[in-house]
């Protein structure tokens, strides 16, 4: 399954790469993730949690970063997991890439997505999974925009005092993203017409 998506960020373009590149700085900005282990500068493990409906999913898997084209502002990464119950498995190849839109950075990511397992049911209802898809990237942005934020308010606060040191930005407890919610979400769209 093909999954299209971007999002736009309040930093210019080297800038927004140095920070998406820095995935110990960014997976906490991505909702349900958590990184497990640094293996090298390209590999890493992690973990990802999902709730569709009564159903809790979390899959346990790696990441490699296979691709860096630094002129290009692109990168290629691929991602494998599996449920930590049993139920199936995701792999995703991923590609990102930034361009300038003003003083700001669109980031377009394409994904291709294979579902095994009892987990690939979900994979049927594509509009279900474009809708997950939508709203993790949505709350990624919004995280990293927190982020963004907090590293230039850290930058000007340093610059009139050397006594800052931190800067944090509050994440939920559980960051999962709830199916149910997207479910109903994506119901209503296509009621209005808007799928």
């Given at each position: 399954?093909?999954?299209?998506n971007?999002?736009?960020?309040?930093?210019?373009?080297?800038?927004?790469?140095?920070?998406?590149l820095d995935?110990?700085?960014?997976?906490?900005?991505?909702?349900?993730?958590?990184l497990?282990?640094?293996?090298?500068?390209?590999?890493?493990?992690?973990?990802?949690?999902?709730?569709?409906?009564?159903?809790?999913?979390?899959?346990?898997?790696?990441?490699?970063?296979?691709?860096?084209?630094?002129?290009?502002?692109?990168?290629k990464?691929?991602?494998?997991?599996?449920?930590?119950?049993?139920?199936?498995?995701?792999?995703?190849?991923?590609?990102?890439?930034?361009?300038?839109?003003?003083?700001?950075?669109?980031?377009?990511?394409?994904?291709?997505?294979?579902?095994?397992?009892?987990?690939?049911?979900?994979?049927?209802?594509?509009?279900?999974?474009?809708?997950?898809?939508?709203?993790?990237?949505?709350?990624?942005?919004?995280?990293?925009?927190?982020?963004?934020?907090?590293?230039?308010?850290?930058?000007t606060?340093?610059?009139?005092?050397?006594?800052?040191?931190?800067?944090?930005?509050?994440?939920?407890?559980?960051?999962?993203?709830?199916?149910?919610?997207?479910?109903?979400?994506?119901?209503?769209a296509?009621?209005?017409?808007?799928?």
């Amino acid at each position: 399954m093909e999954i299209k998506n971007s999002f736009t960020v309040s930093s210019d373009i080297k800038t927004s790469w140095n920070i998406l590149l820095d995935i110990e700085r960014i997976a906490p900005c991505m909702p349900g993730a958590e990184l497990t282990a640094v293996i090298d500068d390209t590999h890493y493990k992690g973990n990802a949690k999902l709730r569709v409906g009564p159903v809790s999913l979390t899959f346990s898997g790696e990441a490699e970063i296979t691709e860096v084209d630094e002129v290009n502002f692109s990168a290629k990464v691929h991602a494998k997991g599996n449920d930590t119950k049993g139920r199936g498995a995701a792999d995703a190849n991923v590609v990102f890439v930034l361009s300038e839109d003003g003083d700001k950075t669109r980031v377009d990511v394409l994904t291709e997505l294979n579902l095994s397992g009892s987990v690939a049911q979900y994979g049927r209802a594509s509009g279900l999974i474009d809708a997950i898809a939508s709203q993790i990237i949505s709350d990624f942005t919004d995280n990293l925009e927190a982020e963004i934020t907090n590293e230039k308010t850290l930058s000007t606060e340093i610059k009139k005092s050397t006594d800052t040191n931190q800067s944090g930005v509050s994440k939920k407890s559980d960051n999962s993203i709830s199916g149910l919610s997207l479910f109903f979400r994506a119901i209503w769209a296509m009621i209005l017409g808007k799928r």
